[in-house]
């Protein structure tokens, strides 16, 4: 029997305050604003794959596909858009990836449970992956192989994928699988065998692909038809956690530790404590609570700087707060909301966020179809 890890007794989480510490306080001005249209935006992200493009983000919302550049004086330059063919598409997710060769790809998915892998150098959509059974919630991509990306969907799996090729390699379901949507997913990022993925279900999940890896490594060499390739199923995590008691809408690796968010207000950060010898058991630790007020709606997702030295969230009140991760106990480094930056227009609920490579700016997309660019005051 799989049992679900317990919080440790006696482990007291460090709480972080909501006064802005002194001595670590950033200063955050808004530098612009643009406007995409009526459509939701529901994902934001900088490519942190390539140093010549560290200064490029891109957004999904509706059918498209944008892709900006932050310059200096906070001007920010449209690159590229891409229009979903499916007029009925509603992108929720992105991710930056790239080709074996360094060719930069945007991925891409949402509604319609179809992935789109878009050619970012040739403008041009390069492949769609169909499996899912349903709409997808998040796609990631492993920074050691960024021709690998997973994807985390409503049909309660969570797939691996070979960008380059088309193939689907890992489907992680079955008996030990999530029992509701996967809302996240996130590769480790020193691991390349571990993956950790949360959902409806309230827990988060650890699997392993270890005695898989050589199915990870023939995907690269396959020469038949993607369809063909013996796609395996990963149906036992080796860790489960019970850390929230509501939806886990992100989660993201810190070193070997994890931070997840529920619609509780909070962002937890807990070491994960398994077992070598019983695999789906364990124990929990967790180290550090960072409240987030009014965050209680689903699906807003945090964001890192590249060192993971702040971690940055909005809520459904247009506000972000900014965390310092290095830290205990929990120091809030900076509150960015319309009355200190007397911008009242800033109401509409944050459903994602991105931090620059350094953290000095903080990207926010909106559900009234804003993005709004913050920079440190120097």
């Known amino acids: 029997m799989r049992m679900a890890a317990k919080v440790g007794l006696g482990c007291e989480p460090a709480v972080g305050s909501l006064t802005v510490a002194a001595s670590r306080k950033r200063d955050y001005r808004v530098s612009n604003r643009l406007h995409e249209g009526k459509k939701p935006l529901y994902a934001v992200a900088f490519n942190f794959l390539d140093s010549r493009y560290y200064d490029v983000f891109a957004t999904v919302g509706g059918t498209r596909v944008t892709v900006y550049r932050c310059l200096e004086g906070g001007v920010v330059t449209v690159l590229q858009a891409y229009v979903d063919e499916d007029k009925d598409e509603s992108f929720y997710t992105l991710s930056w990836a790239c080709n074996v060769d360094g060719t930069p790809f945007l991925v891409a998915g949402g509604s319609n449970g179809i992935i789109r892998v878009i050619n970012a150098g040739g403008e041009k959509l390069h492949k769609s992956f169909v499996g899912h059974g349903d709409s997808i919630n998040e796609i990631r991509t492993q920074a050691l192989k960024p021709s690998l990306v997973i994807s985390a969907s409503k049909d309660e799996s969570v797939r691996l994928w070979n960008v ?3 193939i689907c390699i890992l489907i992680f379901a079955g008996a030990g699988g999530h029992r509701n949507e996967v809302l996240s997913v996130d590769f480790h990022p020193s691991d390349i065998y571990r993956i950790a993925s949360c959902g409806m279900d309230n827990t988060v999940k650890i699997w392993s692909m270890k005695e898989f890896w050589t199915y990870v490594e023939k995907s690269f060499t396959w020469t038949d038809l993607p369809s063909k390739f013996p796609t395996k199923y990963v149906q036992f995590p080796v860790f489960t956690a019970s850390v929230h008691s509501n939806y886990v809408d992100c989660n993201r690796w810190l070193g070997d530790f994890i931070l997840s968010k529920s619609v509780d ?44 030295n702040a971690v940055a969230i909005g809520n459904r009140e247009g506000k972000i707060f900014v965390w310092e991760l290095q ?12 009355l200190r930056l007397s911008h009242a227009q800033c109401k509409s609920p944050v459903r994602q966020t991105a931090m620059s490579f350094d953290g000095s700016t903080i990207l926010s997309c909106c559900e009234d179809g804003s993005i709004w660019r913050w920079d440190v005051v120097p």
């Open 327 to 338: 830290s205990s106990p929990p120091v809030l480094i900076a509150s960015i909301h319309f």
């Open 164 to 166: 380059q090729t088309g």
């Open 265 to 308: 207000s909070e962002i937890v950060l807990w070491e994960p404590k398994t077992k070598e010898q019983s695999p789906g058991e364990g124990s929990v630790d967790i180290l550090q609570k960072y409240p987030v007020p009014e965050c209680d709606i689903w699906f807003i997702k945090f964001s890192c700087d590249f060192h993971y």
